[in-house]
């Protein structure tokens, strides 16, 4: 059990609750309210509670279940495969390792019935070196032994892979390239989103115009870190949100199956061998057609 008592926060007890125990979402708060896991000086209350200062808040954990998972066989799309690495094209829509609200179906669930993948990142992330969102599209390091895994890894910190992305973004962008330098951390307004924040972790993402529209621009986008959303977040810091993104982007955006971004350009150094390797993954259909749809429809005139 967690104790804490309440000294300047008020307000309703849902929000003040994720000032309190950081860890737990809105969501998740609400959740624990319900199944009576907290109490406000040992009485259940709703999340409309108004806190006053001298309140006591218990929480009591939650038994955390254990995922087991599970070989699956679903169909990959493998770019390169050796002793030491696989290379995958993720498609839009798959979630990349098991967490909970997505225990099976995930690349994970299908690379585990596809190879032996390294033991670093523990059961839920074998051999996961970096991560893109569900509905981002495109290619993914995996490290298949222990060792890979280290080397991929330390290329990530030290800056030396290539991650080269294709987004499709609101607006038409003037500058023919340009540098985001824009630190990110969790948004202090949204736990489920990320935002630029004084104080967060650096970030930094090199961007190039591809080509331009009426409305809209299509650009590559260079990682230089891989922070948790970061090229949608920074696309938006700029003014231009990515096409089709639910947590970033407007309301009014062009029909897709979540944001237009693709891992296109794919580098790093063999673990073993040392030899550069580059790898590339065409737009999926989706991408095309939209891009297709603009030319006809929104080009400059």
Aim: hydrophobic share 35%; with cysteine.
């Amino acid at each position: 059990m967690v104790e804490a008592t309440i000294t300047t926060q008020t307000g309703r007890l849902d929000k003040v609750l994720t000032t309190v125990f950081p860890q737990y979402s809105r969501s998740q708060i609400q959740q624990l309210l319900e199944q009576g896991n907290i109490l406000v000086n040992e009485t259940q209350q709703k999340g409309k509670y108004k806190v006053k200062a001298g309140d006591k808040i218990s929480l009591t954990e939650p038994e955390i279940k254990e995922l087991a998972v599970e070989p699956e066989n679903i169909a990959l799309d493998i770019v390169y495969e050796d002793d030491d690495v696989i290379v995958v094209d993720k498609p839009q829509g798959m979630v990349v390792h098991p967490a909970p609200g997505h225990e099976d179906h995930t690349l994970v669930n299908a690379l585990l019935y596809h190879c032996p993948l390294s033991t670093i990142n523990g059961t839920y992330r074998p051999g996961i070196v970096h991560r893109i969102d569900k509905d981002t599209s495109g290619l993914l390091m995996v490290a298949k032994n222990d060792q890979a895994h280290r080397s991929l890894a330390k290329q990530l910190k030290d800056k030396t892979n290539l991650r080269e992305y294709i987004a499709l973004v609101h607006g038409r962008i003037k500058e023919d390239s340009g540098t985001i330098k824009a630190p990110l951390a969790r948004s202090p307004k949204d736990r489920k989103k990320q935002a630029v924040v004084s104080g967060g972790r650096d970030a930094v993402t090199h961007f190039k115009v591809l080509k331009r529209y009426q409305d809209y621009t299509l650009v590559s986008c260079r990682l230089e870190t891989g922070r948790t959303h970061q090229i949608r977040v920074h696309m938006k810091y700029i003014g231009h949100p990515l096409v089709g993104d639910p947590l970033y982007g407007p309301k009014k955006t062009l029909k897709g199956k979540g944001q237009f971004l693709h891992a296109a350009k794919l580098g790093f150094a063999h673990p073993k061998t040392g030899e550069f390797l580059t790898f590339e993954a065409p737009l999926p259909e989706i991408f095309e057609k939209q891009l297709a749809y603009l030319d006809k429809t929104n080009e400059i005139k």
